[in-house]
């Protein structure tokens, strides 16, 4: 169970984003596929990008900028961090949740939204994960964990770091 | 039972929940034993039946039916198979008969009759177990005769707002348009809410059966299901479904052969709670930010793209199928006062036992509560649940004698919502909640209206001065005409309801104000 999924992104291309665009431009309201898809090669979305995605959609560079700031999903840096997210939601607070987000930023040394010093694990809240029978969750990077105790939490931490 | 190969068959679940406490590493320990001693083993990887207190729950099919171990973890998989559990052998673990576990058989499966019961992305299984009747039905009778039946179900919205489906399905048939369009809201942000995840995950089909008796019934060509990034599971499942369902003309340019065409894709979210609400959700969809649109127009006239859309929660589309294959007579005869149907229900919280509940509108707070949920988990007495997710009230032991049912739930200032109920014990400090539910609202506010935007704010600021005991009474009249302002003046349920748990809070728990 110890999820230890850490990511590698490629490093920015134009021509390698100007193919994702291009490969995502034709359906209907593309502006959020084309954001998942770079944020999903690259980690994040790179400024650089904003002016080509604009051109390929006919639309202006504030608004694909606008677009992008909305939706905490996407990231605007580079990182290789594995993120952790923790739901700080009614369910997960009923057993504990506010504590172990308490533990994670004490035991990591950063709060939300920050990454650790040496880049392993980025540390995130979400408003619930749909695991709320089984709380309090975490989610390490696209994998649900369950039941998250203290203990659980310094565990995943542990294999994240012992995979780098 | 000995397969048609001589082999048994196993189920461990697939779905994130059972997932998230260890379902893959039992079900790979499973196969590697078998393997160690020669079984011959089919394993299946099913959705979960709903029942999160015993995942990872495992099953093998037996000639008296299927027996059930759980929680199962992979140190106990060697004692299982030491117990000869491949043949139903006793154990710590068993729960006996699956159906006969009281918790799976008090309640009244309908939309969710397939979920953990068959191999989620099997089309074969799916037809085998009922479904693809309701579309074939759909597709033998006039649009009209479908919507009525659907009216005669007297189904309303799942989503939370109850809107009668027929009703939304009839506004979007008598529109005239070149193109329409169908929307399935799998954007499930609510705290406390999992079925319509547990539904993608564990029978994909019934939705997609659901989106395209809409599509070919109303005249819609496309549809959409639009679901939340933080279900990586769900998403996957659906895409490959949708694969599937292109691969055998369920959906395409020919749906089942009748040459009507209904194309299906799923499109994510990206950490929006706000484009749960079903206008921002058409504006994400579009591709723009998550702001809420005016109503009217209703989206029934002109939703996505300036197009008539159908936008239908999950289980609302998951119920059509089964309405259509049994006659919509058959779910009205289910339910209490215009609450018709089953809802199905989820548990979470400190509760001991945790998971689904479908079950006929009219079952009382309390039954589901203590004699489903057992209480909490903690063993400490219930002191608060919050129905409906973090725009629902909190509501004390002292009401769990209501019934589930939209209007007396609204007559006592709460809501039914999506279903999902959370339950607290006496360790919590109902100000806190109350704090946390206008901090919420801040935090996932789109901004358009004030009453929302800020609203939301002042209302964390004024709460805190209460909890610090500033100018007590002053801050509570201000408090409650904030509340007054933000139910009579946000754009939509967002700032419009997140006054409910504030309120409740305040009136069922006033100790926890004044400390």
């Not at chain 2, 109920?421 to 209206?449: L, N």
């Not at chain 2, 600021?461 to 500033?470: L, N, P, S, Y």
Request: charged share 20%; aromatic share 6%; hydrophobic share 40%.
């Amino acid at each position: 169970m110890e999820a230890s999924q850490a990511r590698r992104y490629e490093p920015y291309s134009e021509a390698e984003a100007a193919r994702l665009i291009d490969e995502e431009k034709s359906q209907r309201g593309p502006l959020l596929p084309i954001f998942h898809r770079l944020q999903g090669h690259f980690g994040y979305i790179d400024e650089r990008a904003l002016g080509p995605i604009a051109e390929a959609l006919n639309i202006s560079r504030a608004e694909v900028y606008g677009v992008l700031t909305f939706y905490g999903d996407f990231r605007q840096s580079a990182t290789n961090a594995t993120t952790i997210r923790i739901c700080r939601a009614e369910a997960c607070q009923s057993v504990g949740g506010v504590g172990l987000l308490a533990h994670a930023e004490l035991a990591l040394g950063i709060a939300c939204g920050e990454e650790t010093g040496d880049g392993t694990v980025r540390l995130e809240q979400v408003f619930c994960l749909g695991n709320c029978a089984l709380s309090p969750a975490v989610m390490v990077e696209d994998r649900l964990v369950g039941r998250v105790t203290p203990e659980r939490f310094d565990a995943i931490v542990e294999s994240i770091r012992a995979t780098r | 039972m000995t397969g048609p190969l001589g082999g048994v068959t196993c189920y461990v679940p697939r779905d994130a929940a059972a997932r998230s406490v260890g379902a893959d590493e039992v079900a790979e320990a499973i196969v590697e034993e078998a393997g160690r001693r020669g079984i011959e083993l089919r394993l299946v990887r099913n959705g979960s039946r709903g029942m999160c207190f015993l995942e990872p729950l495992v099953e093998i099919v037996t000639d008296e039916g299927r027996i059930a171990y759980g929680p199962v973890q992979v140190a106990d998989v060697v004692g299982l198979f030491d117990a000869g559990f491949i043949d139903g052998g006793r154990h710590r673990l068993g729960l006996g008969l699956t159906e006969e576990i009281p918790f799976l058989k008090g309640q009244d499966r309908r939309t969710f009759s397939r979920v953990g019961v068959i191999d989620p992305v099997s089309l074969e299984e799916y037809q085998a177990a009922g479904g693809l009747v309701g579309l074939r039905r759909a597709l033998e009778l006039p649009g009209e005769a479908v919507v009525a039946e659907i009216q005669t179900s007297g189904v309303r919205g799942r989503g939370g707002a109850g809107f009668p489906t027929g009703i939304k399905w009839k506004t979007v048939l008598d529109a005239t348009s070149d193109q329409k369009f169908v929307c399935a809201n799998a954007d499930e942000g609510d705290s406390g809410t999992f079925a319509d995840r547990m539904l993608m995950e564990g029978d994909p089909f019934c939705l997609i059966e659901g989106m395209t008796i809409a599509g070919v019934v109303l005249g819609a060509t496309e549809g959409f299901v639009y679901i939340r990034s933080e279900y990586p599971d769900a998403i996957a499942t659906m895409i490959t479904a949708i694969e599937l369902a292109y691969l055998h003309g369920l959906v395409g340019e020919n749906v089942l052969g009748s040459g009507k065409r209904f194309d299906l894709a799923v499109r994510v979210g990206a950490g929006a709670y706000i484009c749960g609400e079903e206008t921002a959700m058409l504006e994400s969809l579009e591709g723009r930010r998550g702001i809420v649109r005016a109503k009217p127009p209703l989206p029934a006239h002109a939703g996505l793209f300036g197009k008539p859309t159908v936008i239908n929660n999950v289980l609302t589309f998951a119920s059509i199928p089964g309405i259509l294959a049994a006659g919509g007579a058959a779910y009205a005869a289910l339910g209490v006062n215009n609450s018709r149907g089953t809802q199905v229900f989820q548990l979470g919280g400190n509760i001991a036992r945790g998971g689904v509940v479908e079950c006929a509108f009219g079952i009382t707070l309390g039954r589901l509560v203590e004699e489903f949920g057992g209480g909490t988990r903690s063993g400490a007495p219930v002191r608060a649940v919050q129905v409906g997710g973090p725009l629902g009230a909190y509501l004390p032991a002292s009401r769990f004698d209501v019934e589930m049912d939209y209007e007396a739930f609204a007559a006592i200032g709460a809501m039914v919502g999506h279903g999902g109920i959370v339950v607290f014990d006496d360790s919590v400090d109902m100000a806190h909640q109350a704090r946390f539910a206008m901090e919420f609202c801040a935090e996932e506010s789109c901004g358009k209206c004030t009453p929302c935007r800020v609203g939301s704010v002042r209302g964390v600021e004024v709460i805190d001065k209460i909890i610090a005991g500033v100018e007590r009474e002053a801050n509570f009249e201000l408090l409650e005409d904030l509340c007054e302002l933000m139910t009579d003046g946000s754009l939509c349920a967002m700032g419009g309801l997140t006054p409910m748990p504030v309120r409740s809070a305040l009136s069922y728990f006033p100790e926890d104000f004044d400390r």
